[in-house]
């Protein structure tokens, strides 16, 4: 008897399951997300964004098309935003934590910060228009700033497959 096959259920089963299981919530917190940044570059608080797209052609289609948002310069709104959202039993659906691993915040001094934040957003997309990950461009920077001008995502999806 060959027990390959008792083996591989036993050990494989789970792993397989968490893999898929891990890629349905990137997929979910990815697109809340992409949604959030979307919404928040059309509040009137933000408005030197929108206008930054306009200057550059980015129109509102545009802007849909390609995913491309805001995250706003106090990172504290995108944690808050990212705390609310609530899965079908009332409980945070997202941990803090999860975020971080993404590369989408940062913990520092006991306060988790949105690393994005002052920045366009770009929605990475796979080929079934699905959102997973990000880049970012700062445009709330000081001229002689240390701050980087692009931040990507964390290697959450094989960039090597992905024009963007």
């Given at each position: 008897?060959?027990?390959t096959r008792?083996?591989?259920?036993?050990?494989?089963?789970?792993?397989?399951?968490?893999k898929i299981?891990?890629?349905?919530?990137e997929?979910?917190c990815?697109?809340?997300?992409?949604?959030?940044?979307?919404?928040?570059?059309?509040?009137?608080?933000n408005?030197?964004?929108l206008e930054?797209?306009?200057?550059r052609?980015?129109?509102?289609?545009?802007?849909?098309?390609?995913?491309?948002g805001?995250?706003?310069?106090?990172?504290?709104?995108?944690?808050?935003?990212?705390?609310?959202?609530?899965d079908?039993?009332?409980?945070?659906?997202?941990?803090?934590?999860?975020?971080q691993?993404?590369?989408i915040c940062?913990?520092?001094a006991?306060k988790?910060?949105?690393?994005?934040?002052g920045?366009l957003?770009?929605?990475?997309?796979?080929?079934h228009?699905?959102?997973?990950?990000?880049?970012?461009?700062?445009?709330?920077r000081?001229p002689?700033?240390d701050?980087?001008?692009?931040?990507?995502?964390?290697?959450?999806?094989?960039?090597s497959?992905?024009f963007?």
């Amino acid at each position: 008897m060959h027990f390959t096959r008792p083996v591989f259920n036993f050990y494989a089963k789970p792993i397989i399951f968490h893999k898929i299981n891990r890629y349905y919530k990137e997929k979910a917190c990815f697109a809340d997300l992409n949604e959030y940044y979307t919404s928040v570059i059309e509040l009137e608080k933000n408005k030197h964004a929108l206008e930054y797209c306009e200057n550059r052609g980015l129109t509102g289609e545009i802007r849909r098309k390609f995913h491309i948002g805001y995250a706003p310069i106090n990172g504290d709104t995108t944690i808050e935003y990212l705390k609310s959202i609530k899965d079908d039993d009332g409980e945070q659906k997202y941990s803090l934590k999860l975020f971080q691993d993404y590369g989408i915040c940062s913990y520092k001094a006991g306060k988790y910060r949105d690393i994005y934040e002052g920045r366009l957003t770009f929605g990475i997309t796979n080929s079934h228009g699905e959102i997973v990950g990000f880049s970012a461009r700062y445009i709330d920077r000081a001229p002689n700033s240390d701050l980087p001008k692009y931040v990507n995502t964390k290697e959450t999806f094989a960039k090597s497959r992905y024009f963007w």
